[in-house]
Structure formats: C-alpha cells, structure tokens
Nanobody, 126 residues
Framework: QVQLVESGGGLVQAGGSLRLSCAAS???????????MGWFRQAPGKEREFVAA????????YYAESVKGRFTISRDNAKITVYLQMNSLKPEDTAVYYC????????????????WGQGTQVTVSS
C-alpha cells in the first residue's frame, strides 16, 4: 500500500496564502510505481474535482482552469513529498483538499488515481 498524509490546511482570509504538503510512505509497492501525484478538492454538496497534478519523472505540471496562475504544485522526490502552494485564495476555494497517487504518466481525473490521503480542510473567509 502507498499511504499519503496531507498537512497544512486551515482558515485564511480571502487574498491570503496556504501551503499544503503530502508525504507518501513509499513510491513503489510490489509492481506498482507511482508516476503522478495530484491534488483534488471537494466542497460540501459538490463532486470531488481535479486541482493540479505533477509528473514524478519530468516534473510536468497540470492545473484546473480555476486555479491557474494562483496555485503551484511542486515535488521533492527525495522526500516523496508533493506540495500545493495556494495564493490569492478565494472563498470558492473552500473545500477539503485530497492528495492522490497514480501510476499513469498523465493523470487528470479521479479514476486515474489509486491511493488517496485522508484530506485536509481549507477554509477561506470573505
């Protein structure tokens, strides 16, 4: 199993910043190899949606249109950790943020991911 632990959520005013971290217990499990790590979010009453993803091999990044220019995903392969720097936060960014790991080289939808963290709450006040 690949275990993921998120941290860094909290309450922030609109326009503020937060940095989320996600530490993975391992990169491989048997024949399973983590090739992409991503962030999703789920607001109350809404579907879980893609936020950002990063390739472990070449560092290619992908973002949802709603967060482009405000959020930055990065990785530390030595620590098997991925980060999400969130700037210029808006009340509509309020959600539980989930870290996920997948074996696909490009993973942009929920079904591309096999392992999930427990989630961390981000609340942006207006």
């Amino acid at each position: 199993q690949v275990q993921l632990v998120e941290s860094g959520g909290g309450l922030v005013q609109a326009g503020g910043s937060l940095r989320l971290s996600c530490a993975a217990s391992r990169r491989t499990f048997g024949s399973y190899v983590t090739r992409t790590m991503g962030w999703f979010r789920q607001a109350p009453g809404k579907e879980r949606e893609f936020v950002a993803a990063i390739s472990r091999s070449d560092g290619s990044t992908y973002y949802a249109e709603s967060v482009k220019g405000r959020f930055t995903i990065s990785r530390d392969n030595a620590k098997i950790t991925v980060y999400l720097q969130m700037n210029s936060l808006k009340p509509e960014d309020t959600a539980v943020y989930y870290c996920a790991a997948g074996k696909a080289y490009v993973a942009l939808v929920r079904n591309d991911y096999d392992y999930w963290g427990q989630g961390t709450q981000v609340t942006v006040s207006s």
